[in-house]
């Protein structure tokens, strides 16, 4: 084989491998492209080294890196590892990097926005500008270990995004181990136990709190969704996001599609009447944008999350918008016999396992209508019609 000079490198066409050195070699491709190729056994197993391409790479440059990577190998380094190290992102980079991968399946934009305020406010300081390589169990517990017992909700949230964060890294090969894993369970005390539950209203106090509210000084828009989610037990994000195209009034019938469901599920939600005379009160509101509840002062954007929150607590009323939900719930056991699966689909859960749902077809749209109409009848008592909202 006649050695490789620069001229030859020049020269030659034929596609394939060309050695230039005990492990160099010149890579030339189909379409004529070369570039340099270091083939090498670390730890026993076979290594291709990309060092360039030529001639940017010349052959005397693409001689030099195999040689320093050899002596390296020689001395029981990895070439391949401190060549990764040096492109080892920063904590603060990784938190973007996998908040983008993440984004797409969040289907909450505060919680979405939140996921990176909350490192800023509590993890960046600290871990923001270290390579992530470079971060180890005490930097992790010197950020949990003052709120881990007194804001134990925070300290678990943040603990799970900085896990998700060192286990993309750990992933993409600059970390081995993920510190913020099992190797700091130890050093973290138990956490009191807190039940989490929002703030309802007992079902018996819910129609005396939608007339206090149809009475205050809010936006029709604001009264109206509030009115509008204890009606139909919906979730408060699911009301503010709906349209006039979900919404078949001579079916009686609020069709939200998947991608707005927590279970990224469609789900078909019975109108009765006191729900759909919200819907007349509100069409006077549209303002183009196809939403039954457009925000008062920003056209075609809905109602901000904390706008129903907001209106409940300015009327004195200790409860928050998903609370209604539990009303809903304890009402439908204590004074109705719906069966359990009926009140469930009511609220959109899921109702038995994977085997059991995939075999039941029906929705049981038909008793849940019932049962919505006997909740509209309750909390309204009756006068659905003649409620009148200002604003």
């Not at 871990?127 to 909700?153: A, D, K, Q």
């Not at 069709?255 to 819907?279: F, W």
Request: glycine letters at 6%; one cysteine or more; proline letters at 5%.
């Amino acid at each position: 084989m006649k050695t490789l000079t620069a001229a030859r490198v020049k020269a030659l066409s034929t596609p394939g491998l060309h050695r230039a050195d005990p492990t160099l070699y010149l890579s030339i491709a189909p379409g004529g492209s070369k570039s340099w190729i270091q083939r090498v056994a670390i730890n026993g197993r076979r290594h291709d080294i990309g060092l360039g391409g030529w001639p940017v790479v010349s052959l005397a440059r693409a001689r030099q890196r195999a040689f320093a990577h050899r002596v390296a190998i020689a001395e029981g380094r990895n070439p391949l590892a401190e060549k990764r190290a040096a492109r080892t992102p920063t904590f603060r980079v990784a938190a973007l990097k996998t908040y983008e991968a993440n984004r797409p399946r969040w289907r909450n934009t505060r919680a979405a926005s939140n996921w990176l305020q909350q490192l800023e406010r509590h993890a960046f300081a600290v871990l923001g500008e270290m390579p992530v390589n470079e971060i180890g169990r005490e930097h992790v517990l010197r950020i949990l270990s003052p709120i881990w017992t007194t804001r134990p909700e925070i300290a678990r949230k943040l603990r799970s995004r900085i896990r998700a964060i060192l286990g993309w890294a750990m992933a993409h090969g600059y970390v081995e181990h993920n510190v913020a894993g099992e190797a700091i369970a130890a050093a973290l005390p138990a956490q009191p136990a807190v039940a989490a539950h929002y703030r309802a209203l007992p079902y018996q106090d819910v129609g005396a709190a939608l007339a206090v509210v149809a009475a205050s000084r809010a936006s029709m828009s604001a009264k109206a969704c509030l009115r509008f989610v204890v009606l139909t037990a919906a979730r408060s994000g699911e009301a503010r996001g709906a349209t006039w195209s979900e919404i078949d009034e001579a079916e009686r019938l609020w069709t939200i599609p998947a991608a707005r469901m927590k279970g990224g599920v469609e789900h078909r939600q019975p109108l009765s009447e006191a729900a759909l005379a919200v819907l007349q009160q509100v069409r006077s509101l549209r303002d183009g944008s196809d939403l039954l509840f457009p925000a008062p002062t920003r056209a075609g954007r809905p109602l901000s999350d904390m706008t129903l929150s907001k209106l409940l607590k300015g009327q004195g009323i200790n409860a928050v918008p998903h609370g209604f939900r539990s009303s809903f719930r304890d009402w439908a056991a204590e004074r109705t016999d719906a069966d359990h699966a009926v009140v469930e689909l009511c609220l959109a859960h899921q109702v038995g396992s994977a085997v059991e749902r995939a075999y039941r077809r029906s929705d049981l749209l038909a008793k849940r209508r019932m049962l919505m109409d006997r909740w509209a009848a309750y909390v309204t008592g009756d006068r659905a019609r003649v409620v009148r909202f200002s604003g």
